[in-house]
């Protein structure tokens, strides 16, 4: 059973436009949610979370909204820019230690 | 300066031969976590350890042991019991819950 999903396995942009990358749960008692970057052969990189107290977090080009009634999640990447292609992963907790990630979206983003 | 360090990048597994990948940490971090990326996929939980001496499996554990004897050390075993062992190794770190995971560069792991 696929608690977190992502259901785009790719998504290309043009630079210098808005990039959106989503995910679904299912699971209500997720209270905390993290978006990783991933470039081939390296581990994850962190880019931004949320706390289940809050709709929405940014950092920079990275905005999270968080939407608990529907149960979906979302990074914005505004603008866009060549470096930002890799593979992002959503993963979510629900307050233990133990993390379920998404399948991951391949970002391409085109010069 | 403080990180997770994994090593060796590339590891090579003979039939029916036993490997060790190791990972170190210098964030002071309790939790430590092993995943296994396969392609096209996303991360499977293999082991994961809150303290010292003690440690719990993941979704994937069959063929693969831990051991959790210092802080700052979580050494996963692929056994010859793992019959597809080929694939990218990630070792995490996390100091609390609802804290963000930090991970290591990764071990990729291929069969002879």
């Known amino acids: 059973d696929q608690q977190v999903k992502q259901n785009s396995p790719s998504l290309s942009v043009q630079e210098g436009r808005i990039s959106i990358l989503n995910c679904d749960y299912t699971?209500?008692?997720?209270?905390?949610f993290l978006w990783y970057k991933k470039y081939p052969a390296e581990g994850p990189t962190f880019l931004i979370s949320i706390s289940s107290i809050k709709d929405k977090n940014e950092d920079g080009r990275f905005t999270v909204f968080l939407n608990k009634s529907a149960k979906h999640l979302s990074l914005h990447i505004v603008p866009s820019q060549p470096g930002d292609s890799a593979v992002y992963f959503c993963?979510?907790?629900?307050?233990?230690?133990?993390?379920?990630f998404g399948t991951g979206t391949r970002l391409k983003v085109l010069a | 300066d403080g990180g997770i360090t994994q090593s060796p990048k590339y590891l090579f597994r003979k039939e029916g031969q036993n490997v060790t990948l190791s990972c170190e940490q210098n964030?002071?971090?309790?939790?430590m976590y092993w995943y296994r990326q396969d392609p096209g996929q996303g991360l499977r939980l293999i082991y994961y350890?809150?303290?010292?001496?003690?440690?719990q499996k993941g979704d994937i554990a069959e063929g693969y042991s831990v051991s959790r004897e210092k802080k700052e050390s979580f050494p996963l075993t692929v056994t010859s019991a793992q019959k597809n062992p080929t694939a990218f190794y990630l070792c995490?770190?996390?100091?609390?819950?609802?804290?963000?995971?930090?991970f290591g560069p990764g071990t990729r792991l291929l069969v002879l």
């Open positions: 699971n209500s008692m997720f209270d905390y």
């Open positions: 350890s809150q303290i010292v001496n003690d440690f």
């Open positions: 993963a979510a907790t629900a307050g233990t230690y133990k993390y379920i």
């Open positions: 995490a770190s996390r100091a609390r819950p609802q804290e963000t995971q930090y």
């Open positions: 964030l002071n971090h309790d939790a």
